[in-house]
């Protein structure tokens, strides 16, 4: 194999395991930017997962080329409308965080797998997906020498579209009003509120666009890489999407790049196998390989990472 | 209302009745017959001396990823990796059991049950050591070595413990088996073991230990405030380490007590064991105190143990079980309007200030 | 007379079955500085705060140029042009002095983006006119306690208040840094803005307000016009009755060094923060340490008290050295230490009064037998504690984080005091606590000077250290800048001092 069909390989490999990651971590990202902590976020993908499955499978015909992307949207959509009781009760009702969070962990495996038992004759799995978000090869771009091979060749366009978010993520954080005020009552809600910021809907739409972000990496998890809803789509997926955001460091372009890592990571089980030399290592090293360098790094580079100050904390309006 | 109820009871009990409140709902909405179910439920769980077995013996492992949980919880660390710190318990403790059986049994089962508190212990106290020197968050140190203990123990067994096209350790001995006729006896065949008394003791002993002992007063401190526990001349590296440490040992006894008395031998598996995320919570139900534990997993082990009826009498997914336990835990996640709703009777409302830790500082 | 800007009528404020505020009235009129005296817990702040929309009236009304309004949040507040300048700022560290001060109102520029040049340019512009001298683009985590105090008053004209309230503005300030505070009140009262001031420092209000509203127990008990009345008379008003001033010191034997620092280094977050410093403390004596805060006043303690490393120098106590030691082993050679932050350091909030009071000791015999707590004599040496140092609780068994400020304070002093410690240091082991409870803690610490027992203070408020103080050292930046005797010395000196200005005095040749 030569070595742009290596790097198309692995950045391709890579880009399809990132993509649900990076939507996901900047979920966590708006989340805890706005000072709610958001460790429900596997719970989000799982309904992102569930809920597009099944609209693509009942719609595919009626929607034709467009229905993997639409059931990627509506993946979002019920995420986001999960993420409600997370908000209500981190917001409005003052749980623990994490408490909350757990729940939705343990809730959503559980409420998904339930519908999916009576919607398909009590199988808990749903069939094969025919039409996902798989990997395409973009016309004309991918006739340039050599970058038009690594890039734009069996390329997965979602993960490019994640990429353009997660920029889209970090202007509206760190250039516009909204976001401005999204990280001011993550800092200081006290101080906020004097300004007259209304710190329960910030937090609100922090946890909402949360939701939004994980449904979104739920779905292109069930799209693009298992292709079917079950228990095991979504394995730990949105605890490392956790881990990406805390790595880097709450903000978007950060989460990214320590997405695209983990998918790096991920994707080397798979790819071990194309490069020379590695192909005669134990695949068991691939495979913990992941986890030991996030370990590493983390200690070896980032020690204490500080996220926003006033995250975890419930913010009680005296009146 | 006349009935006296200890004000730390409230807030379970209600969470319960509100959590079956809520499956019942469920079940009404999807048509299904909620008081058929639940019957069979507490039938399948309590229905006979042998469902009594199964739900206790069942109970072993959620108490002790529960207190596990608590432990490190009081010191004010997540401790997300009981799932891994069970997984690693139990392969010590089968690795022991096979790899030493010429030992004679009392013998054999003492050093598997340590073997794999300990392999439990050391792999969480990675975590305590990453964190009390480097700062590393809990969090994401104790999710990574979960899946490093999920590939390393898939490993270990096929290639070393399994034979070959096998995915299964071969059984241990019976002499290493925690198993008893006393115990089958008495509950018609169940799989009921020794282990169960041990972690009942167990739970007396970290009662003990938080309330007591100068220790858990220091791991109690350090857990609230950092920063008043140094300026008191506490150890806090030490006890954050310490803390980490007996929250795996707890784990990785669960596992090696499942391991020696439940399974009695080890196989690949393709996800991380759900115990370790149930004992979380177990221990939330309760508040992390080491004797509510008893009751909350006895509950969370009878909805288990009896969910598995709920579809062998009706076509109602058991999956409705665990939407039950989620929704428990979400009326105790929102305990504030529980209190609020009850304190209403009341005259004078206390005021309470509410300050979570952030995941990931 | 001119216009009457803001009128308060019959306000009361419940919290529950407390009257925070009962029945309160007071008037402020265009250009003018009131000021609102009355000492902590009168319900001042809260007073403010419904004026500031962040509280809603119990019952009462408030009138804006005349006409009655309802403020009901902070929006409202600042509608009818009032900005609060909060005791405890309203900054957010991590961001910078601009977006600190267009948060909430940001000007939007092709309708999504902040156009921050725009917003710099009006800052800029402002901060000429009122001599402000702001850094727009620092982090605020960054800038002095005075330049963040500029930003709040900036964050207020920024959004064009006519009407300021100030909440304690100059409990953190040097007095230089007071003097220029009080320029700016002259300034923006001459360009036709109305000022509110909270306070209980007497001095200011003789010096800037035009009038002054005197608080107490949540009531008014007097308006008066600050032109002939006395500092006297009104120090009686606000607490009810006449306060001592001065401790009773009797002669003891100061001969014995307890603590002898010298060239002493510390450095945190790799900048160095104490600097070369020299200092020694005898018995029966009170050494105090005067500065601003941020002069390395904490690390010079912490380094003592074994919280921080030390980079350079030697901390001997009682002859033996203790550097980088654990804090145990200092706790152990007889120093007793009540911290600055008692919430966040002196006390485990959520634990009982007799496990915070037995928290030097818990892991000692008698309270511990091989690891196991005895609680029945910890329980017993709470109570006594609680009855020796009057502290006001009804059991040993409540959690700490119940009990007042005060008492809270009382606790801390009571533990540390009860160890019978050879040196005693003490940081700012006042603040934010009533005047009886300022009064019983000065007196305790002075007793223990009395007894021959070595103390090191630590205040930044300059009445408590030259009360106290047998010697006062001053810190700038890190280094000793000048020894004094307080009974030679006015604030005036010690406020030059303390802003970096090296005095050579009589009384540091006398020391020598």
Known sequence: MNLSTTLMTILSTTLVYAAPLIFTSLGGTFSERSGIVNVGLEGMMVVGAFSSSIFTLSFANALGDAAPWVSFLVGGAFGCLFSVLHAVATVSFRADHIISGTVLNMLAPALCVFLTRIFYDGKGQTPEISQGLGTVTVPGLSKIPFIGKVFFTQTSMVAWAAIVVAIVCWYVLYRTGFGLRLRSVGENPAAADTLGINVYRYRYLGVLISGFLGGLGGAVMAQSITLSFSISTISGQGFMALAAMIFGKWNPLGAMGAAVFFGLAQSLPIIGAYIPGLSGINSVWFQVAPYLITIIVLVLFLGKSVGPAADGENYIKSK | ?361 | MTETVVEMRHITKKFGEFKANDDISLSLHQGEILALLGENGAGKSTLMGMLSGLLETTSGEILINGREVKMKNPRDAKHYGIGMVHQHFMLIPAFTVLENIILGDEPIKGGVRIDYAGAEKKIQELSDRYQLDIDVHAKVRDITVGMQQRVEIMKALYREANIFIFDEPTAALTPQEIEQLMKIFRALADEGKSIIFITHKLKEIKEAADRCVVIRSGRVIDTVQIEGVSEERLAEMMVGRKLRNTVEKKVVDQKQVVLDVQQLNVEKNSRLMVKNLSLQVHTGEIVGVAGVDGNGQSELIDAITGMQKIKSGSVEIMGKHYENKPVRSITEAGVGYIPEDRQTVGLILPLSLAENLSLKNYYQKPANKSGVLNYQYINEHGRKLIKDFDIRSQSEQISVGSLSGGNQQKVVVAREIASDPNLLIAANPTRGVDVGAIEYIHEMINQERNSGKAILLVSFELDEILKLSDRIVVMHEGEIVGEIDPKETSSQELGLMMAGKKVQTKTQEAAN
């Open chain 2, 1 to 361: 209302m006349k009935l006296k109820v200890k004000s730390s009871w409230v807030v379970p009990l209600v969470a319960i009745l509100a959590g079956f409140i809520v499956g019942a709902i469920i079940m009404l909405i999807f048509g299904y017959d909620p008081i058929q179910n639940y019957s069979s439920l507490f039938d399948g769980a309590f229905g006979g001396v042998y469902s009594i077995g199964e739900t206790l013996r069942n109970m072993t492992p959620l108490i002790l990823t529960a207190l596990g949980f608590a432990v490190a919880s009081k010191a004010g660390f997540f401790n997300i990796g009981g799932s891994g710190q069970y997984l690693m318990g139990w392969f010590g403790a089968i690795v022991v059991a096979l790899k030493f059986s010429f030992l004679p049994g009392w013998l054999l089962i003492i050093v598997s049950i340590l073997a794999g508190a300990l392999f439990g212990g050391i792999w969480s106290a990675i975590a305590g050591v990453l964190r009390a020197y480097f700062g590393t968050s809990e969090v994401i140190t104790t999710i990574m070595l979960n899946y490093i203990s999920l590939y390393f123990v898939n490993f270990a067994v096929k290639d070393w413990l399994a034979g070959k096209g096998s995915d299964s350790s071969p059984n241990i001995a019976a002499k290493a088996s925690l198993r008893g006729d006393f115990l089958e006896n008495l509950t018609a065949n169940s799989t009921l073991h020794w282990g169960f008394l041990i972690a009942i003791i167990i739970c007396f002993i970290i009662w003990f230990y938080f309330n007591r002992m100068k220790s858990g007063f220091e791991l109690r401190s350090v857990g609230i405030n950092e920063d008043a526990a140094r300026y008191a001349g506490m150890n806090v590296k030490k006890t954050i380490i310490m803390s980490m440490l007996i929250s795996g040992l707890l784990a990785g006894l669960g596992g090696a007590l499942d391991g020696l008395g439940n399974f009695q031998n080890i196989s690949v598996s393709n996800a991380l064991p759900q115990v370790g995320y149930d004992g979380m919570a177990v221990a939330l139900l309760v508040n992390y105190n080491p004797i509510g534990v008893i009751f909350s997993s006895l509950l969370f082990s009878a909805l288990q143990i009896g969910g598995m009826s709920i579809s062998v009498y009706s076509d109602t997914p058991t999956e409705i079980v665990s939407i039950v336990t989620a929704s428990i835990i979400f009326f105790v996640a929102i305990k504030y309007v529980i209190e609020l709703l009850t304190k209403r009777r009341k005259k004078n409302p206390q005021k309470t200030a509410v300050k979570n830790e952030g995941a990931g500082e």
